[in-house]
């Protein structure tokens, strides 16, 4: 099957699902659609970088990790069994 004819059977589908719908409730939808249409969303960053998080740093590297280094604390509490 094509995609064409699935987009076919897709808006077939929907037709058939809404044409029950008042003027009123298709008129709304008539709108909403048309908005949709008109407003440009942003497209997602594709990059690998937002794929794992990665975030940029304003320092070098070698100072961030002496940052968290400082920065940890440890905490050890011996438990009497």
């Not at 987009?7 to 029950?20: E, Q």
């Not at 975030?55 to 590297?61: A, G, K, P």
Request: charged share 30%; net charge positive; no cysteine.
């Amino acid at each position: 099957m094509k995609t064409t004819d699935l987009n076919v059977n897709l808006i077939d589908s929907y037709f058939t699902l809404l044409k029950s719908l008042s003027p009123n409730n298709k008129l709304e939808l008539i709108a909403k659609l048309s908005k949709s249409m008109k407003t440009t969303t942003k497209t997602e960053d594709t990059s690998w970088k937002s794929l794992f998080g990665a975030f940029e740093l304003d320092q070098s590297v070698d100072d961030f990790v002496a940052d968290l280094k400082k920065d940890r604390k440890f905490s050890r509490k011996s438990i009497d069994l």
